[in-house]
């Protein structure tokens, strides 16, 4: 069982719709991550909060808006998606940003684009 | 942060160790070795992490050379519960976790 909550598993919406995607975190956890992985590939990273505030964007496309509402939960805004978005989209978190903090990972929203 | 590369794919045969190997050759002497797994439908599952030390835990065991261009992870018992995509990432301390996934090698424990 994953200590790292995504809602909702799975995701269908059209190309006009807005949906968002939640993840929460009960374990202290001052970093959070939205990664996303397409089918047979590895993840790859979208975007880092620290303490609430926005560090990496890793020039995500600005259909995809991220908020940090405390330091528990992380919402992933979508809006006018395009097919290729279709994927698994994953949220994890660490203690802290920093090289000896294991990230810790649910297991994702798979988001379906028609 | 570092390149890493591993074998696409391996076979080990249920209850024999699995040794996945990882090279990382352009390791820097402040960056981590991190080991994860995915299972099919599942995210991705920490398993280890090193800087320098052998590590071990519940689930695995962590060797790096002395050198640190190359590591070893090692499951001891492998069970068909651990096929899966084995991850070797390298991480630099203090840099925010951006962490770079390779494809990584796929495990198949076959009974």
């Known amino acids: 069982d994953t200590e790292v909550t995504q809602t909702p598993k799975h995701l269908v919406m059209g190309m006009t719709n807005k949906k968002s995607l939640k993840c929460e975190q009960h374990?202290?956890?001052?970093?959070m991550y939205w990664y996303k992985q397409k089918a047979k590939k590895p993840p790859e990273l979208m975007f880092v909060?620290?303490?609430?505030?926005?560090?990496i964007n890793e020039s995500v496309p600005s259909r995809f808006s991220p908020e940090c509402p405390n330091s528990s939960l992380l919402n992933l805004h979508l809006h006018a998606l395009q097919p290729e978005d279709s994927a698994l989209y994953l949220c994890?978190?660490?203690?802290?940003?920093?090289?000896?903090?294991?990230?810790?990972f649910g297991d994702g929203t798979r988001l379906s684009i028609l | 942060d570092a390149k890493t590369t591993q074998p696409t794919s391996m076979d080990c045969a249920e209850g024999r160790a699995a040794n996945l190997p990882c090279n990382h050759s352009?390791?820097?002497?402040?960056?981590?070795v991190y080991w994860y797994r995915q299972i099919h439908s599942q995210g991705p599952q920490y398993i280890i992490h090193?800087?320098?030390n052998n590590e071990t835990n519940e689930m695995a065991s962590l060797i790096i050379t002395e050198d640190r261009k190359s590591s070893t992870l090692i499951l001891p018992h492998a069970t068909l519960r651990d096929t899966a995509v084995y991850y070797c990432i390298v991480l630099r301390d203090n840099y925010g976790q951006n962490f770079v996934f390779g494809p990584g090698t796929r495990l198949s424990v076959l009974p």
């Open positions: 909060y620290s303490y609430e505030k926005l560090s």
């Open positions: 994890a978190s660490s203690q802290e940003t920093g090289g000896n903090q294991p990230q810790h």
């Open positions: 374990m202290g956890h001052r970093a």
């Open positions: 352009t390791i820097s002497g402040n960056e981590y």
């Open positions: 090193g800087l320098k």
